[in-house]
Antibody, heavy 118, light 107 residues
Framework: QVQLQESGPGLVKPSETLSLTCAVS?????????WGWIRQPPGKGLEWIGS???????YYNPSLKSRVTISVDTSKNQFSLKLSSVTAADTAVYYC???????????WGQGTLVTVSS | AIQLTQSPSSLSASVGDRVTITCRAS??????LAWYQQKPGKAPKLLIY???SLESGVPSRFSGSGSGTDFTLTISSLQPEDFATYYC?????????FGQGTKLEIK
């Protein structure tokens, strides 16, 4: 059974860089699939941030592309998100998920709330 | 980016009711649509992919239909555990986008 678990600081200061890691168990990232990040501001809807293939190829949402970096570490079976120059608008629950080549997300991690505040 | 508009935004229904949620795309997306269920404090759960394919383990009371720009998610007989928020997602083109959600509440 594939499981994903996000980890990282729950509080980030404005203008700093948000960094999260997603640990994958029950499936080897090197075996295939894309791996993605999605976020959800409190009380709002879902926004795809970007995805990465095990080879390192990345796809980012144009609305965030200038600030996003997603990387993969196959030796640790995990992938990571960095979002730079954060503001209060980046406060959200951040989810990682396996991203099917056709396009849907399944399964998802439990999510981690990141608050941007001084 | 393709916009997805769900209707209604919220819905009150009773156990045993048949419920339909609509998702309309701003341009044609073939059958590249998924539906998710999200309960409070939990991650979204995949229900339907390719507009009408039921994810393994999802009860058969859930069904999806549509293609092009208009899609529906139907729950044939609501169960207590179905009260949640439902999202559609298109994966026809990047960036992949989600609808704003439909909150299904108990009447």
């Amino acid at each position: 059974q594939v499981q994903l678990q996000e980890s990282g600081p729950g509080l980030v200061k404005p203008s700093e860089t948000l960094s999260l890691t997603c640990a994958v168990s029950g499936y080897s990232i090197s075996s295939g699939y894309y791996w993605g990040w999605i976020r959800q501001p409190p009380g709002k809807g879902l926004e795809w941030i970007g995805s990465i293939y095990h080879s390192g190829s990345t796809y980012y949402n144009p609305s965030l592309k200038s600030r996003v970096t997603i990387s993969v570490d196959t030796s640790k079976n995990q992938f990571s998100l960095k979002l730079s120059s954060v503001t209060a608008a980046d406060t959200a629950v951040y989810y990682c998920a396996r991203h099917h080549p056709r396009g849907w997300f399944d399964p998802w991690g439990q999510g981690t709330l990141v608050t941007v505040s001084s | 980016a393709i916009q997805l508009t769900q209707s209604p935004s919220s819905l009150s229904a009773s156990v045993g009711d048949r419920v339909t949620i609509t998702c309309r795309a701003s341009q044609g997306i073939s059958s590249a649509l998924a539906w998710y269920q999200q309960k409070p404090g939990k991650a979204p759960k995949l229900l339907i992919y390719d507009a009408s394919s039921l994810e393994s383990g999802v009860p058969s009371r859930f069904s999806g239909s549509g293609s092009g720009t208009d899609f529906t998610l139907t729950i044939s007989s609501l169960q207590p555990e179905d009260f949640a928020t439902y999202y559609c997602q298109q994966f026809n083109s990047y960036p992949q986008t989600f609808g704003q959600g439909t909150k299904l509440e108990i009447k």
